[in-house]
């Protein structure tokens, strides 16, 4: 596979079953190089077979994210423009809902389907509008921003009506079963850091009886009514303490207020998604198992949760339980298929669980006969101290048994993420089926600090601890695949985004076992770093404060902070960053850049203008693998490489 023809594989995203079952609509992305970018489309397909229908199409995408159902099965809500469209679920011209002064986000409809509600960013004022265009336009740090209301909209006038103010921000909301309570997520302002300040509240859907419930210090996520009202459910990064930096965790607590508890004390996974089973008895999850996620079953006031699903496989963010229909819709991105939809029965106290999941769509179905698409593996082996590891390892194409082939490490971001069967996120920024086309191994390690693997590996790089066991964990990774006979330990490069980044340049101070690496929206100095990026709050556990209060640990930051060791590196480095990243700005790459230059190491540093933290322009993406392999070639296996050329519109 070329780079180019992974830019062109299709990507789905937010599939949405209908209220009878019958049929499923989801956002099908394709490439589009006039824009650099994926355009998205709405399609339609039937869940007993047949034929996909576009539903959309043309030069104008649709948003993924906000397509959905009217409670009658009658129209299909998507969104174009920043606003919401309706168009009728066979097909046809679609029709403005909203023509709101921003853009608006996260539509929910009312159970009648007379009411679509939505949020929206506070318009610019009059006076600032003027200002901006007098170019009097100085503004305060941080305090700009505009905040997230609630808004609703009659579907059959467009008349809008807003429903919450004030100086706090709406961050999610979710409409309870009858259509008649609303519970929010609120917090001070957009901003990441103030996340964990947000609580919850609820409200009449009309926007009267506004009312707090929770008061404490955590971000409470993914906020649910079940089906009676008498009971709240939410996710939270905490523990049954509301101590801060655990795996997620799954929470009830009544309406009425009191303290949420737990479903199951010490749950051993990560809970990445959570909805209200139809009876309300049990709640439905998406759990992360390390290296693949499963739907479970939560029993309320059982220890025991059941697993519906069992695989190799990945399933991202969006599904759709739906009651009238019986089913769940949800996405299995898997080795040689990554994304399709699947539906299954939602377990009703008959059926016995596990039920099998049926696939829906065939999107990738001929990705495998048309393309060398890796084999993935999951490997384990005992780090430094006695901890079991655990990863993923993409074989080369044409493996023979016995030879021993170049390695690629690949360290995921985070560092609470895990890398899973299939593609997963950033599929063009890793490339790993061009690389392993190439004759390359991809090993991807879930390090300490990893989510779905328990609280304690999660929190093991706390206080002090975040190098600790890291580099460790990824060096045996390797060890143990040279002890195989997989690798040639004298043809390895290392690369990560975020805090695969961090790693790849902490471990070239430790090592010159590299021939090459590269660091994407990676830190050299956890002291200016702190200072910044929009995220502080996460990180302050890893080193035991902050470096502003008194007596701060400072030595900490600073012994953890792979500048203090750039002496030691030989390893030529590449470095990339996006010229708009707030989460790890381009100064840190600079800082590494300004050292490694001083010192005589070959490297150089990439800017993408226009990008965040995470790229998504084309171009830009390929811009990257390119510069990539070609130090990869050069440095690891002596060769030159041709650079791919992107298509001209």
């Known amino acids: 596979m070329s780079l180019v023809q992974l830019a062109e594989l299709p990507r789905l995203f937010d599939p949405q079953l209908s209220p009878d079952g019958k049929t499923v609509v989801y956002m099908l992305g394709t490439a589009d190089w006039t824009a650099g970018r994926l355009a998205y489309h709405l399609w339609r397909q039937s869940t007993s077979g047949g034929v996909p229908v576009p539903l959309t199409q043309g030069s104008m995408g649709d948003l993924p994210g906000s397509n959905r159902w009217s409670p009658d099965g009658s129209s299909i809500l998507f969104g174009r423009s920043g606003q919401l469209m309706l168009m009728p679920a066979a097909g046809g011209e679609p029709r403005v809902v909203t023509k709101h002064a921003t853009p608006v986000s996260s539509a929910a ?28 336009d100085v503004y305060a740090f941080e305090e700009n921003m505009r905040l997230r209301q609630l808004w609703s909209v009659s579907v059959a006038t467009g008349v809008e009506k807003q429903l ?13 079963r009858n259509g008649r309570t609303i519970v929010l997520e609120r917090t001070p302002s957009p901003l990441i850091d103030d996340s964990h300040k947000g609580e919850l509240w609820l409200m009449d859907a009309g ?25 709240i459910l939410f996710l939270s990064d905490t523990n049954e303490k509301f101590e801060p930096y655990y795996n997620l965790n799954l929470f009830v607590m009544p309406t009425s207020g009191g303290m949420p508890k737990p479903v199951v004390q010490d749950f051993p996974y990560a809970v990445d998604q959570a909805t209200w089973a139809p009876d309300g008895k049990s709640i439905l999850a998406v759990v992360s198992m390390g290296v693949h996620t499963e739907i479970f079953q939560f029993e309320l006031g059982s220890k025991h949760p059941k697993q519906l699903t069992d695989g190799h496989h990945f399933i991202p963010p969006g599904w759709a339980v739906v009651a009238s229909a019986g089913k769940m819709a949800f996405q299995f991105d898997e080795p040689t298929r990554f994304g399709d939809v699947w539906t299954l029965p939602i377990p009703d106290g008959r059926t016995p669980p596990p039920a099998v999941p049926t696939r829906v769509t065939s999107v990738f179905d001929t990705m495998t006969t048309k393309f060398a698409i890796p084999r993935q593996e999951k490997v384990t082996w005992k780090s430094a101290d006695g901890a079991t590891i655990e990863g993923l390892l993409f074989y080369p194409a044409g493996y023979v048994e016995g030879a021993r082939y170049p390695l690629v490490v690949q ?18 920024l890793n490339y790993f089926p061009v690389l392993t086309g190439k004759g390359w191994f991809v090993f991807r390690p879930n390090y300490r600090g990893s989510t779905g693997y328990g609280n304690a590996f999660l929190r093991a790089i706390l206080n002090g601890g975040y190098f600790r066991n890291m580099p460790f964990d990824v060096m045996t990774g ?5 002890r195989q006979g997989l690798v040639d330990p004298d043809r390895m490069v290392a690369m990560g985004w975020s805090a695969g980044g961090h790693l790849t340049n902490k471990l070239v101070t ?14 050299a100095n956890w002291i200016s770093m702190y200072s910044q990026s929009d995220s502080r709050d996460n990180r302050t556990p890893w080193f035991g404060g902050t470096p502003y209060q008194r007596d701060a640990p400072i030595a900490t930051y600073w012994n953890n902070s792979p500048m203090k060791d750039a002496a030691n590196v030989r390893t030529p480095t590449l470095l990339f960053v996006g010229e708009n990243d707030t989460r790890v700005p381009k100064e840190q790459s600079i800082e590494m850049y300004r050292a490694l230059k001083a010192n005589g190491v070959p490297t150089q540093l ?3 203008p226009r990008e965040p933290h995470q790229w998504g322009e084309f171009r830009h993406q390929i811009f990257k693998a390119n510069t990539e392999m070609a130090w990869f070639e050069r440095y690891a296996l002596g060769r030159t490489y041709v650079p791919e050329q992107t298509p001209n519109p």
């Open 109 to 136: 409809w009312s159970p009648d389907g007379a009411t679509v509600y939505f949020l929206a960013a506070d318009a610019v004022s009059p006076v600032d509008r003027e200002r901006d265009r007098r170019k009097d």
């Open 164 to 176: 919450t103010a004030g100086e706090l921000s709406v961050a999610s909301f979710r409409l309870s």
């Open 207 to 231: 926007g009267s009886n506004l009312r707090e419930l929770t008061h404490n210090d955590v971000e409470e996520q993914q906020p649910e009514l079940s089906p009676d009202g008498s009971q």
């Open 411 to 428: 360290m995921h971001g985070g560092p609470a993420e895990s890398d899973k069967f299939g593609a997963g996120p950033g599929l063009l």
């Open 478 to 482: 390797v060890d143990a695949l040279i």
């Open 510 to 523: 430790m090592t010159t076992r590299f021939r090459v690496a590269s660091a994407g929206a990676s830190m």
């Open 606 to 608: 990439y800017i993408a």
